[in-house]
């Protein structure tokens, strides 16, 4: 079992930045990817990045790339800067892992471990 907890979440002005946190514990050496989630009231979850283990490989929903960046220092903390944020990437922001059981860490099917989530708020 991995238990995940984020952290990071705020209020900013559009323009600004944030950095999210996710710590995981437990039988972390079980984990293939991380990813980045997030749900704004009334829409959809939406993948927004993912990581693989070791940092090797990232990708992005299109909607972020080139401003948000996700990370990891190592197995246990897995990170997503955000830079020009905007009011449309207000939301709740849920990291989540897939355990080597075929989830996918961007579509967010099939994942193993959820967090509870952190609130992201951008003013314009």
């Known amino acids: 079992q991995v238990q995940l907890v984020e952290s990071g979440g705020g209020s900013v002005q559009a323009g600004g930045s944030l950095r999210l946190s996710c710590a995981a514990s437990?039988?972390?050496?079980?984990?293939?990817?991380m990813g980045w989630f997030r749900q704004a009231p009334g829409k959809e979850r939406e993948g927004v990045a993912g990581?693989?283990?070791?940092?090797?490989?990232t990708y992005y929903a299109d909607s972020v790339k080139g401003r948000f960046t996700i990370s990891q220092d190592n197995a246990k903390n897995t990170y997503l800067q955000m830079n020009s944020l905007k009011p449309e990437d207000t939301a709740m922001y849920y990291c989540?892992?897939?355990?080597?059981?075929?989830?996918?860490?961007?579509?967010?099917?099939?994942?193993?471990?959820w967090g509870q989530g952190t609130v992201v708020t951008v003013s314009s």
């Open positions: 989540a892992a897939d355990l080597g059981n075929g989830g996918n860490c961007l579509s967010g099917a099939s994942l193993d471990a």
């Open positions: 437990g039988y972390t050496s079980s984990i293939n990817c």
């Open positions: 990581i693989y283990a070791g940092g090797g490989r």
